[in-house]
Structures are given as structure tokens and as C-alpha cells.
């Protein structure tokens, strides 16, 4: 099997992984609503306990680390070894973007649109940096913008009720008008689907925050950008991304190009999801990579 069709079934192989971290993570979260009174977040704490800037935030606040927070130390010494593999397999946010930037990728259709390193994909690292620094100084915000919490908290509060309210009003609306498919009634396939949700999924009472409607605004905002960059968010604002680039500045795994056998013709920095200059030998960015293997294939 050739070099190529190797990255092909590595290629195949990360997006099953993503699909179901992603899966996954949205299964667990519905896990803390289906009791009443409702569970704690139970076995999605996971998520966080792999990720080290939850790792770095609960340091800077409690300068302790303990229990499945040191989690986080694997997916560093992971990192070291393969790169940001992590952003490009595991996170379940990263893995959003991912499927938003392909959908950008299918409406271009057959132009190659190409998007060399900019500057300001070191945003991300000043970002960090500045982050770290409000924590030292009793300002916590790393979970503003950690991509574990944004996710959860855009779930929980905004996607997750919104579901939950449009099921019951819906189920009855048509419970009250009683509408009728020929002789069948539709309460007869709304109210199985209904009483499903009410007695498995949403068994809490359907809840309400303040400030759900900014959150899912600003959620739903990080995923249209990838329509003007592909994973927009993870190239240029993403702090677990620029913490773990520079863990990945120095991994074991490494691209190298074979001069002698590049045609110059750009195909890999087209598939290139994170501007990480595959088409320069030399100049390959490991802080930038996500370990996809797009440029390989």
C-alpha cells in the first residue's frame, strides 16, 4: 500500500474518531438531563479532564492539581509526541468546525480556494498569553474561551432547552388541533416521539438562562466564520489550540517533504485546514498542523 492510500485510510479513520468524541460528548450532556432531580455533569467532566488549559485554569486558581485533572498530562505528552492531535481527532468543538469548513469546501465546489499562514493566526497565542496573565491576577476567564466549556455551555443553555421547549409546543399544537392525516390521527406519531423525549431525554422541567440568546449568538457566530476561513476559531482565537501548538513546536512526528517530487501544484495547502505551510519544505508550522493528513493524501 502506497504512502497515499495509507493517509487515505488515516483520513477515514480520524473522522469516525471525531464523529464519535462528538457523539459522545453530546450523549453525556443529555445524560445530566434525563433524572430528576438532575444528575451532576457525571461522566462528562471527561472532556475537561483531558484538556489542559482546564488543567492550567484550575492551577492559576487553586495552585493544586489532583485527581482526573492530571488526565490533562497525557493529552500533553501525546501532543509532544504526535502534535496537535488532540484539535485535529479528539475535540468534539474542533470536530463542529471541521464539519462547517466542509461544507464551505462543498459550496465552493471545483474552485481551489487557497489560504496561505497569516499573521494573525498568532492572535491565538497572545490571546493565551493574556488569559494566563488575568488569572495570575485573580481574573478567570480561561473558560470563556476554552473550546470544552464553550461548547458545553452553548449546549446546556441555549441548543438543549430551545429543543427541549420547541418539542413540547409543538406535541401540543398538534395535541390541541387534533390534525388529521386522512383517517389517521397525527397525535398517533406525535405522541410516541413526545413522551419519548419527556420520559427518557428531558426529564428535567425545560429550563431557562439569561443571556442564552448571546451565548447561542456568538456559538452559532464561531461556526460561520469557518464559511470565511476553514476552522476559523481553531486557527485564530482557539487558547487549548495555541497552548497545545506550542507543546507540538518540537514533536516526534513530523512532516517532511520530498523535494525532487513536488510539481508545486498546491493541492496540499488546499486541503490544508490549518494554513500550516505544507507546501514549504522547511517552513511547516507543527504549531499550526492538527495532524489531519490531508496534505499527505
Avoid at 470544552?148 to 449546549?155: E, F
Avoid at 449568538?217 to 461556526?223: E, N, P
Avoid at 516526534?252 to 510539481?263: I, K
Avoid at 490549518?274 to 517552513?283: H, N, R, S
Wanted: positive net charge; hydrophobic residues 50%.
Amino acid at each position: 500500500m502506497n504512502r497515499r492510500a495509507k493517509a487515505r485510510r488515516l483520513i477515514w479513520a480520524r473522522r469516525i474518531v471525531q464523529a464519535a468524541t462528538l457523539a459522545l460528548f453530546v450523549l453525556l450532556l443529555l445524560s445530566t438531563r434525563a433524572s430528576d432531580p438532575p444528575a451532576d455533569r457525571g461522566w462528562i467532566t471527561l472532556f475537561f479532564a483531558i484538556d489542559p488549559l482546564v488543567l492550567l485554569a484550575t492551577f492559576l486558581a487553586t495552585h493544586t492539581v489532583a485527581g482526573l485533572s492530571l488526565l490533562a498530562l497525557v493529552t500533553v505528552g501525546v501532543t509532544l509526541i504526535l502534535g496537535r492531535v488532540f484539535c485535529g481527532w479528539i475535540c468534539p468543538f474542533g470536530t463542529l468546525h471541521n464539519a462547517a469548513s466542509w461544507v464551505r469546501s462543498r459550496r465552493s465546489g471545483k474552485r481551489r480556494l487557497l489560504h496561505a499562514f497569516s499573521r494573525w493566526q498568532r492572535a491565538k497565542f497572545l490571546l493565551l498569553f493574556g488569559l494566563v496573565v488575568m488569572a495570575i491576577l485573580g481574573v478567570h476567564w480561561i473558560g470563556v474561551f476554552d473550546p470544552a466549556s464553550v461548547l458545553y455551555r452553548s449546549l446546556a443553555t441555549a441548543f438543549l432547552p430551545s429543543i427541549h421547549q420547541g418539542i413540547e409546543s409543538g406535541a401540543t399544537a398538534v395535541y390541541q388541533n387534533d390534525p388529521r392525516i386522512g383517517p389517521l390521527p397525527l397525535t398517533a406519531i406525535t405522541e410516541p416521539i413526545y413522551e419519548f423525549f419527556r420520559d427518557r431525554v428531558f426529564v428535567v422541567p425545560s429550563p431557562a438562562f439569561v443571556g442564552a440568546g448571546i451565548i447561542l449568538f456568538v456559538f452559532l457566530a464561531a461556526l460561520i466564520l469557518n464559511l470565511v476561513r476553514p476552522r476559523f476559531w481553531c486557527r485564530y482565537v482557539c487558547p487549548l489550540g495555541a497552548l497545545l501548538g506550542l507543546c507540538a513546536k518540537r514533536s516526534s512526528l513530523r512532516l517532511v517533504a520530498t523535494e525532487n517530487e513536488c510539481t508545486s501544484c498546491n493541492l496540499c495547502t488546499i486541503a490544508c485546514p490549518a494554513a500550516a505551510q505544507p507546501e514549504k519544505p522547511g517552513e511547516w508550522l507543527p504549531t499550526e498542523c492538527f495532524g489531519c493528513w490531508n496534505c499527505v493524501a
